[in-house]
């Protein structure tokens, strides 16, 4: 096929593209690298819905509802941002949406070959899912979820790198006494 021809096929498939994207995540907790993700995100598509994965695999640190509220109160003011939770498989959910892109973000190589796995699997599982990349952005390519918790547990300043709201719902669950942090499972 000529390159012309390729292009104007290519062109006709983005011009179908649902101007929804699905943002699945654990977002436990949301950071400034995931709202900087949403927030770029914006000025591709119309409506970016932040869908939060229910996966007590994972054994999160906030509740669905927990990470819902948070969630919805960042986005309060962003009216083209719709927030959900899911549970199982993304292509089921997203089926149940006009979305045909997942979004995810990537800060190093080290995400790539998760992410290359998970969009490829996904891809297999509903060939009309696309899912979309998009770089990190440099204030922001070492918050992680994770290590934003690992610091906020011993104590130190998470502020800057999570919104406020974030800062003071991590105070008040690493406030907790040892003992409860034993019984529900954080300190294994
Ligand atoms: P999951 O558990 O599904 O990886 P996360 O909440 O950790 O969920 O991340 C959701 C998506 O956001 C992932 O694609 C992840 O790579 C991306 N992401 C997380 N932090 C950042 C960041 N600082 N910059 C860009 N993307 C990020």
Known sequence: MRRCEMLKEKKEKFKNIGKVAIYPGSFDPITYGHIDVVERALEIFD?????????????????VEERLGMVKAIFKETPNVMVDSFKGLLVDYVAKTNAKVSLRGL?????????FHMASMNRSLSP?????????????FFVSS????????????VEGLVPDLVVRRLREKFKLPVTKRKQIGWDD
């Open 146 to 157: 994770r290590t934003i918790k690992e610091v906020a547990r011993l104590g130190g300043g």
């Open 128 to 140: 009309q899912l696309d899912t979309l990349f998009m770089m990190t952005s440099k204030d922001y």
């Open 107 to 115: 800060r190093a190589t080290s995400d790539f070959e998760y992410e």
């Open 47 to 63: 409506k970016v819905i932040v869908a939060i994965a229910e996966n007590e695999e994972k054994r999160p640190l906030f509740s």
